[in-house]
C-alpha cells in the first residue's frame, strides 16, 4: 500500500471518511440539481468505477488519491438508486460501506437520503448510574419483527424500569434470520428490519419516553456470507471462529480502524445512538500501543461529549481484565462497563447445578459470594474450562462499570434447547435470580421476554442462502454441544424458518396469570433498586456476601442506609441465624402469592439481636433497616 | 490436560519447578549414598520413565502427581551421567529443563552439582540509573570464545566505564556457532562456552571487578533445530518467523509460564545473574489479563529484593508502548527498561542517509530531536514500513526506562555485509554517534569492538546440522535483504565457520594507533556523562533539542549545572549562531588530535550572549557552564 513519504513527525493526513452513498439534496434544497456522493476505501484495487445498475445503467470514472480512496459526485441521482463499484474494471460488488442493501447482503447498495425530522431536542442520553439495560433481538421481538413493531411496547418497557435498550446488531447480514452478528455492511442497517427510517424513527421514539437505544456492534469480525471486503483492501486478519477477523495492527491497519471507528461515530451522529454492545473484543488481535478499543472509546466519547450527551460503550470482553473497563487517560481500554458473564454463570450453577460447557469452574455460591463484593469470580485463579489461570482483581473499579443478567441473548440461545430460566429452573427461581442482579451493585441486563417469564425459547437462527455454509453452521454448532458436553442435545436446524419462528415472543402473555404476576415483580424490585439507597449504590466496598448452607445473605449500605437480601437457593424451606443491629423491615419476598408464590416464611419485621429468619424454597428476601432504628 | 478440580475461590496449588537432572550430594555432604533428582513436566506422554544411558545403563519409572509432572530421586549417580527421558515407552527425548546438554541439542542431558565457591558475598547488583551495558557475544568476543575467555578483560571493560555485560543468549543452541537466539533448553549453558561453571566462574569473576552480568534471555520462541518441548508438552503456540512461538496464554500455559520464570529465577539464584535482556517480546502474543512479561518481571524483582539486590530487566519491545515499562502497580508490564530503537534509526540514518527497510521512516535529525526529548521517535505517527499508525508517547517517564545505543548486534550484524559503524560512515562518524549516545538522558549501550574501532564484521553465523536447514535459514536472510531493499546484498553462508571465524574480535587491536584514540574517547565521554550532573540526569523534561541545518544542539540542565552538546552530522564545517547566558567552557571535542581527529574548531570558552561556534566536519562538542558564570 502507498502512503505520502511524511516525516514521522507530521501528524497522519485526515483521510476522508467512507461514505456509501449519499443523496445531497436536490433543488429543493438549494443545491441546484440533485445530486449524490460516493466515496470508498479501496486500496487493492488500481481502478475503481461506480457502476450505477438501477433505475439507469452507467459507469462513472471516480476520482482517487493515491493512498486508496476513490471518490465521485454524480449529478441526476436520487436516494434509491442502486450501484456497485467495478473494481479494476472486473469484479462489480457491492460498497463495503454500503448504507443500504435493498437486495440483501450479495445485491447492489442504495443511495440514501440522510435527512430526519428529529424530534428529540434536549435528549441528552442515560448516565451510567442510571442504566437498566433491556436487550432485544429485533426480528423476534415482536410479531412484525422490525423496528416499527418495537415501539409500540415502549411505554410498557419504560413503565417496567427499563432505561435503555441495546438491540442485537442491526448492520446488513445475510438473509433476514440471524442473531445479527454475522452482519457484513457495518454501515448499512439491516433492510428487513425497516433500513434507515425504520430505525431512525424507532430512536426518536424512544427518546421521546425516556429510553436510551444501545447498539450492538461487531468489530471483531465480518460475517461467513457477502463479505467481499478482501477485494477492497487489507480488512482481515485471518479467519476466526466467526468469519474473517479484522485487521487492527498489520499494515493498512489503520484505515480499517477508520472504517469502523466512523461507523460508530455515524451512529451516534446521524442516528442518535446512545451508546454499544461491542461484541467480542476478546477477538481482536492487536498489539498495537494504542488499541483499537482504546481508539474506538476515545473518538465516542469525544463526540458524545462535544454533543453534550452520554455515550456508554458496553465491551464484551470475556477477558476478565480491568484494563478494559479503566479510563483511557490510567492506561486503560476506556470502556464505561464489561458483561459480567462470571455473576451468571455462578448464579446460573447456583440455580442449576449445571456443570458442562464453561460451567465446570463455577460451582455456585462461592463464585456468586465473590462476584457480589470483587465484580469477577476469577481474578487469577486455575480455569478448568480455559486449562490456564484466569482474569485479575478489578480493585477499585466501581461496580457501575461491570453489567450483571440472570440471562443474555448467548445464555438463552446458546443452549441446544434454547431454553429460558422459568424452563431450566422453575418460575421460583426465575424470581431469584431477577432479585440477584436487580440488588446487587452492578448494572442490571435483562434478555427481552424474561420480564414475563416467556415461554418460547430463543434458538440459534440464520438464514444463509448457500446450502454448504448453513449445514456447516449446523454441524459446528452441533459440534459445539458436543464438546460442552450440554445436557439435552438436540437442537433444531438453525437455517430453518421454523426455528427462527418458534423463538418470537409473545407479549400477549405478558398480561396474563403468572406471566403478569412475575412482570409487576420486575417492576417492584426495579422500584426498590431506584428507592432505596443502599440498593442504588456502586461502592463494592459497602457490600458484604455470606454462604450460610445454600444460602446467600448479601449485606449493601450506603447514603447512612443499609438493606441486607438472601438468595435461597435450596428446593427446601430456609432458616439462617442472624445478628441484627436495630430493627428491620421486610420490602419484598418473591415467594409472596402477589407475585405467583406459594407463600412468605419470612417474618414482616425483625428485632435487633439474634433472630432466625426463616426462607421459602427458591426465593429472594429483601430487609431494609426501619427508619429510627439503629 | 488435566487439573485438579479446584473451586475458583482457591489459589493454584504451587508446582514443582522442572528441575532439570540435579546431583543432591553424597556421603562428603552428609547424605549418605549420593544421589540425583530429576523432575520434568510431560503433560502429553502418559508415562514418563528416566531412561539412563551413560556411564551406565537404566530405565527407571517416575512418580507422577496425575498433572503432567514426573520426579525421580536415584541413588548411585555422579555429576555428568547422562539420561535421556522415555515418553509412553517409546520416543527417547533430552530434557526440556536440562542443566547440561554435553553434546549438543540433540544428544542426552547430563546431571549437574550446583555447588560452586561464590566470592560475591556483598554483591548487590548495579542500580538502573548506573548502567553502562556493554552487549556481548561470547563466541566471538575472544580468542577461545568462552566465558573464561572474558574473564581477563573484565579489567579494561571496568576502566572504560562499563558498569555490566549484556551477554548474548547463552542457553544451548544446536551447533557451536550461533548468536543464540536459536537456543532449545532455556535451563542449560552452552556447552561450547563452558558450561555452568565457566559461566558461575565468569560471572563470580566480573562482581568482583564490580561489574554486572545480564543475560540474553529468548522467551518467545524455541529454536528450529532441537526443540522436542512439543513432545512433551502444550508449549507451542505456532510458528514463528524464528522457531515456535510459546503458549502464553492458551491451555496449559499456566505450567510454559512457570518453565520460562523458573528459568529466569534460576539465572538469578543460582548463578547470581544481575539482570535480563528479553529478546522480542513483541513476538509473545498473550492476551491475558496478567500478561507474561508482567508475571516475569514481578516474579525477578520480587526475589532480588528478598536477597537485597537489584535485578535490572530490559525489554526489547519494539512496540513504543510505554505499558512496557510501567511499574506494575501502575497497569504496566513493569520492565526496568527497553531499548530505544527509534534512536538507533535515527542516528544512523542522520549518520550515513541511509533509507532501506525500516530506515525508511527516518530522515534523520527530526526524528533524533524528537528522541532525546521524548524517547521515541514514533508516537502515534504513520510509520511506512509498519503500513500503520505506531507507538505512543511515553509522558512522564524518566529517561532511565530507555536503553540507546550507536550499533546493538542487530544492527550490526543484520546487514548484509555485518559492517560496523567505522566502516558505514568512517571514524570521525564513530565518535559522533558514541557522544551522541553517552551525552543522552538515557542508558547507554555499546556493543562489543566498538570502543576501539573493532575492523572484523560481525556476521549472522550458525551451524546446524541439518543442511536443509542451514539452506533454508541462508535463503531466509537473502530474502530479508531483499525486501529490506539493502545495499551490498552479497552476504556470506551463516553457516560457512569462516563467517563466524571473520566475526571475532581481535583485541589486540585496542592499543593500536586510532583504535587506542577511540577507545580513550570512550573513556573519556564516559567519565564526562558521570562527573557532570547535567548530563548524569535522566530528567527528560530538562532536555532541549534543536535542529541548525544539520547540526543538532541539545541542551541540558540538571542539579544546578547546565551543559549543552552539538552534533555535527555534515561532512562539512559548520557555523551555529547561539545565544547563550554565562560563561562556556569546552569540555570535549571529538575532532581533536587527541582523539584521532583532524583538529578542533570550536572556541575554548564563549562568553555570554551572542556568540559563534565553529564546529568541525561529523563532530561531537560538549560545552559546561563556566563555574561562577550566569
Given at each position: 500500500m502507498k502512503r505520502a513519504p511524511a516525516s514521522?513527525?507530521?501528524?497522519?493526513?485526515?483521510?476522508?471518511?467512507?461514505?456509501?452513498?449519499?443523496?445531497?439534496?436536490g433543488p429543493d434544497a438549494g443545491l441546484g440539481p440533485e445530486s449524490c456522493e460516493f466515496m470508498v476505501w479501496a486500496p487493492s484495487a488500481k481502478k475503481v468505477e461506480l457502476s450505477l445498475v438501477s433505475p439507469k445503467k452507467?459507469?462513472?470514472a471516480m476520482q482517487t488519491d493515491g493512498f486508496g480512496y476513490h471518490w465521485a459526485t454524480v449529478a441526476g441521482l436520487k436516494p434509491g438508486c442502486e450501484y456497485f463499484y467495478r473494481l479494476d474494471g472486473q469484479k462489480e460488488r457491492p460498497d463495503p460501506a454500503s448504507r443500504f442493501q435493498p437486495r440483501g447482503v450479495h445485491g447492489p447498495s442504495a443511495v440514501v437520503d440522510t435527512a430526519f425530522d428529529w424530534t428529540d431536542r434536549g435528549w441528552k442520553g442515560v448516565p451510567l448510574e442510571r442504566l437498566v439495560i433491556y436487550e432485544l433481538h429485533v426480528g423476534t421481538f415482536s410479531k412484525a419483527g422490525t423496528f416499527d413493531g418495537i415501539i409500540p411496547e415502549l411505554d410498557s418497557l419504560a413503565e417496567l424500569g427499563v432505561t435503555a435498550l441495546c438491540l442485537m446488531p442491526i448492520a446488513q447480514f445475510p438473509g433476514s434470520r440471524n442473531w445479527g452478528y454475522d452482519g457484513v455492511y457495518p454501515y448499512a442497517v439491516q433492510d428487513s428490519y425497516g433500513a434507515v427510517l425504520g430505525l431512525k424513527r424507532l430512536i426518536d421514539a424512544a427518546h421521546k419516553r425516556g429510553l436510551a437505544v444501545m447498539l450492538d456492534v461487531v468489530y471483531n469480525h465480518l460475517g461467513p456470507e457477502g463479505n467481499y471486503a478482501a477485494d477492497f483492501g487489507p480488512y482481515s486478519a485471518g479467519k476466526t471462529h466467526w468469519g474473517e477477523g479484522m485487521n487492527m495492527d498489520g499494515p493498512g491497519s489503520d484505515d480499517v480502524r477508520r472504517f469502523f471507528i466512523e461507523s460508530a461515530l455515524r451512529w451516534v451522529d446521524e442516528f442518535h445512538v446512545d451508546g454499544f454492545r461491542l461484541d467480542a473484543i476478546l477477538a481482536i488481535r492487536d498489539f498495537s500501543a494504542r488499541p483499537f478499543v482504546e481508539e474506538l472509546?476515545?473518538?465516542?466519547?469525544?463526540?458524545?461529549?462535544?454533543?453534550?450527551?452520554?455515550?456508554?460503550?458496553l465491551a464484551e470482553a470475556v477477558l476478565n481484565d480491568p484494563r478494559v473497563v479503566t479510563p483511557s487517560e490510567k492506561g486503560g481500554w476506556g470502556c464505561d462497563c464489561e458483561l459480567n458473564k462470571d455473576f451468571h454463570h455462578a448464579l446460573h450453577a447456583a440455580l442449576t447445578g449445571e456443570r458442562a460447557g464453561f460451567y465446570i469452574d463455577y460451582t455456585g455460591l462461592p463464585e456468586l459470594a465473590k462476584s457480589y463484593r470483587d465484580a469477577y469470580a476469577f481474578v487469577g485463579q486455575y480455569?478448568?474450562?480455559?486449562?490456564?489461570?484466569?482474569?485479575?482483581?478489578?480493585?477499585a473499579i466501581p461496580g457501575s462499570r461491570f453489567v450483571v443478567f440472570a440471562k443474555d441473548?448467548?445464555?438463552v440461545g446458546n443452549r441446544p434447547g434454547g431454553e429460558r430460566l422459568c424452563e431450566v429452573a422453575g418460575f421460583e427461581a426465575a424470581?431469584?435470580?431477577?432479585?440477584?442482579v436487580a440488588f446487587s451493585p452492578y448494572i442490571p441486563l435483562l434478555f427481552m421476554g424474561e420480564e414475563y417469564g416467556e415461554d418460547a425459547p430463543f434458538f440459534f437462527f440464520t438464514s444463509h442462502s448457500d446450502p454448504g455454509l448453513a449445514?456447516?453452521?449446523q454441524r459446528g454448532r452441533r459440534e459445539m454441544f458436543e464438546k460442552w458436553d450440554c445436557p439435552n442435545k438436540e437442537s433444531p436446524d438453525p437455517n430453518a424458518a421454523a426455528t427462527f419462528a418458534r423463538?418470537?415472543?409473545?407479549?400477549?402473555?405478558?398480561?396474563?396469570?403468572?406471566?403478569?404476576?412475575l412482570r409487576d415483580f420486575y417492576r417492584r424490585i426495579y422500584a426498590l433498586r431506584r428507592e432505596q439507597a443502599a440498593l442504588a449504590s456502586f461502592d463494592r466496598a459497602n457490600v458484604d456476601a455470606e454462604i450460610h448452607g445454600q444460602a446467600l445473605l448479601v449485606r449493601r449500605r450506603a447514603g447512612g442506609e443499609e438493606a441486607f437480601f438472601v438468595l435461597n437457593f435450596s428446593d427446601k424451606p430456609g432458616r439462617l441465624r442472624l445478628k441484627l443491629s436495630g430493627g428491620w423491615t421486610k420490602a419484598l419476598d418473591s415467594a409472596e402469592p402477589r407475585w405467583g408464590g406459594p407463600g412468605s416464611f419470612a417474618a414482616d419485621r425483625l428485632a435487633g439481636g439474634p433472630a432466625e429468619l426463616a426462607l421459602a424454597p427458591r426465593s429472594v428476601v429483601l430487609y431494609a433497616k426501619s427508619s429510627g432504628g439503629s
Open positions: 514521522c513527525l507530521k501528524p497522519a493526513q485526515p483521510r476522508p471518511a467512507a461514505l456509501g452513498g449519499r443523496w445531497l439534496g452507467a459507469t462513472v472509546t476515545v473518538a465516542v466519547h469525544e463526540l458524545a461529549r462535544s454533543q453534550g450527551r452520554v455515550v456508554n460503550v480455569s478448568q474450562y480455559r486449562g490456564r489461570s484466569y482474569g485479575r482483581a478489578p480493585d441473548h448467548d445464555e424470581k431469584l435470580a431477577a432479585g440477584a449445514e456447516a453452521v423463538s418470537k415472543l409473545d407479549l400477549r402473555l405478558r398480561s396474563k396469570g403468572r406471566h403478569a404476576k
